[in-house]
């Protein structure tokens, strides 16, 4: 088992930063890729940027230019540093972790809020 603990949501102005941080335990030779969802009320889940052990990102459209997703595997953390945030960022973000072994099982954290005033 593989267990994820977010930190650093908050409330912020448009135009502000936040950074994210996303500390695994357990299990770790379980996961490789590890990445950031957000749902905003009324919306679907949204991927928003994933990183691999390797250190390749992929990002949503939405947020590119704008996020940076990065990781210390030392740490066994990953971190979502979120700049030029707008009002439509707001949402849980929730951390995730595919199982490398079997995709089919996901780990995800709590959720930490993020809310962007206009």
């Known amino acids: 088992q593989v267990q994820l603990v977010e930190s650093g949501g908050g409330l912020v102005q448009a135009g502000g930063s936040l950074r994210l941080s996303c500390a695994a335990s357990g299990s770790i030779n379980n996961i490789n890729t590890m990445g950031w969802y957000r749902r905003a009320p009324g919306k679907q889940r949204e991927l928003v940027a994933t990183?691999?052990?390797?250190?390749?990102?992929n990002y949503a459209d939405s947020v590119k230019g704008r996020f940076t997703i990065s990781r210390d595997n030392a740490k066994n953390t990953v971190y979502l540093q979120m700049d030029s945030l707008k009002a439509e960022d707001t949402a849980v973000y929730y951390c995730?972790?595919?199982?490398?072994?079997?995709?089919?099982?996901?780990?995800w954290g709590q959720g930490t809020q993020v809310t962007v005033s206009s």
């Open positions: 990183i691999s052990s390797g250190g390749n990102t």
């Open positions: 995730y972790a595919p199982n490398r072994w079997l995709p089919a099982i996901s780990y």
